[in-house]
């Protein structure tokens, strides 16, 4: 089992920033993809930006530039930093954890959601 528990979200002014915090816990194995998703109102989730357990960042178009993901592999933590907020960023952001354990002869897809935490762009 896997716990995923966000923080950090609220209500922002265009152009201001905001931290959120994803604390991951249980049994995580050492080679992984985390990331950020967010929902708008009334549309689809879309990815924001996902970091491997490597290092390695992807982010979406529309956040390159103002956001950056970050993570600590020893705590079991992952931030998103929120720069230049826009009110088209309003959404529920939820933390996603991936990846894949050997499950007999094949490999098994974990995918872990968090509760998702509200951020809210407006004047």
């Known amino acids: 089992q896997v716990q995923l528990v966000e923080s950090g979200g609220g209500l922002v002014q265009p152009g201001g920033s905001l931290r959120l915090s994803c604390a991951a816990s249980g049994s995580i194995p050492s080679i992984y993809t985390m990331g950020w998703y967010r929902q708008p109102p009334g549309k689809e989730r879309e990815l924001v930006a996902s970091?491997?357990?490597?290092?390695?960042?992807n982010y979406a178009a529309s956040v390159k530039g103002r956001f950056t993901i970050s993570g600590d592999n020893v705590k079991n933590v992952m931030w998103l930093q929120m720069n230049t907020l826009k009110p088209d960023d309003t959404a529920v952001y939820y933390c996603?954890?991936?990846?894949?354990?050997?499950?007999?002869?094949?490999?098994?897809?974990?995918?872990?959601w968090g509760q998702g935490t509200r951020v809210s762009v407006s004047s």
């Open positions: 970091i491997t357990s490597g290092g390695s960042t």
């Open positions: 996603n954890l991936h990846y894949f354990r050997p499950a007999g002869a094949h490999l098994q897809e974990h995918n872990w």
